[in-house]
């Protein structure tokens, strides 16, 4: 039976097909690794997520975490389902899938490590979430830590003994992090190995995994302020550092100390993602006083003030998990809805309607093979554009050339704000889509369906919402390196253009794909002459009014790109099953590829024009409505 989780045959034709990923192997890093074995860890993902995450994926948000009062501060209780799923995976060495084999990891590539994610975030991400917050923890550790940090804190979280959250937000700042407060007051006690300690002191808000009980102690990365002589901290982004705050203190042997004084003031009550923790914590409040006194001990990471940028190595990787987390929740919600519609026998066709007949199954109407397409045409979209970013990461790390690499982190740069925004919206409409499938019994809580889209819906909003990454995208990315970042996009698609138009050697796909090519190299001619346009208006209050529009366009012409480089390889394959003979499933396969294709071009890439015109007109309606017309 069909797997309701992911399709395994679309990860295959993404990772093999398109992004052909065995050829990877013949760089040194992955000179170990074969498709065999990407295929044995996709296996065990899948085996995993389907036994031992997806089961308690209703339970654990029906009967979401608590906190209780413990003896000194609030605790907090988790389903036990959650812990045996999270000491399974990371049992099965997935912890440290991506990492170096002296760390005990698999070596595996970025974009085969982000394939095995989307099998457990799709079964559950409310457990999920403890995991990959763990695995960013780590990352950003290993590249700013220094080797006795990396040494007390990331092995233990690479065999999942530890698990770890980043603290950035507090309740006054939100996304304004410039605002934060929380500050740390040099400690003139030295830590270990003569380490440098610091006494924090502050809030912080929407700390996912901040407090449970599923492993031995809980990293915290936090941002604060150091304050100078005379006890003032630097205004803004510039004054912030990075700290390691551990729920409990680590002995120099490995083993757990006192409790630090970093506590649950209360959970958030989320809509969905109930299965992760959403914490309020105190930092320094007083319930307890690591060595004897008050302020939660931190280790600075890294030099003073360089927080942010620090943090940013874990933000980024969290932005490409965002964009994969809300992929993957729109795609099994697709697949459940494609299940119900095949198995749903209501009505007859409007040209033959009698009762005498039997019903026909839904998915034999229109409307309703429209609705399946287009969540067909998102998810796989959706997830080829996060699967091309994490191949990007592959290629910032270990391409031949330093020409190859600083193309990768160009398009990389570029891409981010994308691939964490576009599938958090048209995912999650595809999870509206999938409700609208099963008709009333997707608005029940007895089918799966309402509740991924509860799931999703928080996507559009951490991380950045759409409206900051629109900024960062129009206000930033396109205009750093004097467009380079752009320049280099844009290069990618002509490539893209011109295989598509081949007619030479029977490398020409079709004629119909030789128009979808002419179709986005218009929209990108037209993406960049708005652009120009923007940039004109003189007045960057003007440029960035309608960014999150700006950014919903380019997100379509992106996705129009990665559909129709997924076109050309399934139109060639699908010439090749008729050389060979071969049809039924593989074909079927490929023509649904091609359609998909079709439908994204003739339905949603036109949808950018409309845009694209409000943009170039410099409208100022939002920009001109005042706080007291409303």
């Excluded at 065990?44 to 031992?52: P, R, S």
């Excluded at 909003?461 to 280099?488: C, N, W």
């Amino acid at each position: 039976m069909q797997s309701k989780i992911m399709s395994r045959r679309d990860i295959d034709f993404l990772l093999y097909e398109w992004l052909d990923v065995e050829a990877l192997n013949r760089r040194p890093r992955f000179q170990d690794h074969s498709r065999e074995t990407f295929n044995a860890a996709i296996d065990t993902a899948e085996q995993i997520a389907t036994d031992l995450f997806a089961p308690h994926n209703k339970k654990s948000d029906q009967e979401e975490p608590h906190a209780v009062p413990g003896e000194r501060c609030l605790e907090v209780k988790v389903i036990p389902e959650v812990k045996v799923a999270l000491d399974a995976f990371c049992a099965a060495g997935l912890m440290a899938a991506g990492q170096d084999f002296e760390l005990g990891g698999m070596q595996l590539p970025c974009t085969v490590e982000k394939a095995l994610s989307c099998y457990f975030t799709a079964a559950n991400v409310g457990t999920t979430s403890y995991l990959f917050l763990t695995i960013g923890n780590a990352n950003t550790l290993l590249k700013t830590g220094t080797p006795e940090q990396v040494r007390r804190y990331v092995a233990p979280m690479f065999e999942g003994r530890y698990f770890g959250t980043m603290c950035l937000s507090e309740p006054q700042a939100g996304s304004s992090l410039s605002d934060i407060s929380t500050r740390a007051e040099p400690d003139p006690v030295a830590g270990l190995e003569g380490e440098r300690q610091y006494r924090l002191s502050g809030n912080k808000m929407w700390i996912s995994a901040g407090e449970h009980d599923l492993a031995g102690n809980i990293v915290h990365l936090v941002l604060a302020k150091i304050p100078g002589p005379d006890g003032k901290t630097i205004p803004g982004v510039k004054g912030i550092s990075l700290f390691i705050v551990p729920k409990f203190l680590v002995n120099e042997d490995g083993t757990l100390g006192e409790r630090n004084d970093v506590v649950l003031a209360g959970l958030n009550h989320k809509m969905g993602n109930r299965g992760t923790t959403n914490c309020l914590l105190n930092f320094g409040e007083g319930k307890f006083k690591p060595q004897g006194k008050a302020g939660a001990v931190g280790y600075l990471v890294g030099q003073p003030h360089q927080g942010l940028s620090n943090m940013f190595h874990m933000m980024n990787e969290a932005r490409i998990g965002v964009g994969l987390g809300a992929v993957v929740l729109g795609y099994t919600g697709y697949l459940h809805a494609l299940d119900y519609a095949r198995n749903r026998p209501q009505g007859r066709h409007p040209a033959n309607k009698d009762p005498a007949r039997p019903q026909l199954s839904i998915i034999e109407h229109t409307d309703v093979r429209r609705m399946l397409l287009a969540q067909k045409a998102y998810v796989e979209g959706g997830l080829g554009l996060v699967l091309y970013s994490a191949s990007l990461v592959d290629e910032q790390r270990t391409a031949e050339t330093p020409e190859a690499r600083e193309r990768a982190t160009r398009l990389l740069e570029f891409l981010t704000p994308i691939t964490k925004s576009w599938p958090s919206q048209w995912c999650l409409e595809a999870n509206s889509l999938a409700i609208q499938v099963h008709g009333g019994y997707g608005y029940t809580r007895e089918y799966n369906v309402e509740q991924f889209y509860r799931d999703n819906r928080l996507n559009a909003i951490h991380e950045g919402t759409h409206g900051i990454h629109g900024l960062d995208l129009l206000g930033r990315k396109v205009s750093m390196q004097e467009g380079a970042l752009f320049k280099a996009f844009a290069a990618e698609v002509r490539e893209t253009v011109e295989a598509a138009s081949l007619a030479d050697a029977g490398a020409a796909v079709s004629p119909q794909l030789r128009e979808y090519g002419d179709a986005l190299a218009a929209a990108l001619r037209r993406v960049q002459h708005v652009t120009q346009a923007l940039y004109g208006a003189g007045d960057m209050n003007k440029t960035l009014a309608n960014a999150s529009a700006y950014l919903e366009a380019v997100g379509h012409v992106v996705v129009a790109w990665i559909w129709l480089e997924q076109a050309i390889v399934a139109a060639r394959a699908l010439r090749a099953c008729g050389e060979t003979g071969a049809a039924g499933e593989q074909a079927d396969f490929y023509h649904g590829k091609l359609q998909a294709c079709r439908y994204f071009f003739r339905w949603e890439l036109p949808k950018v024009e409309q845009q694209l015109a409000l943009l170039e007109s410099i409208d100022t309606t939002t920009l001109d409505m005042q706080d007291a017309w409303f």
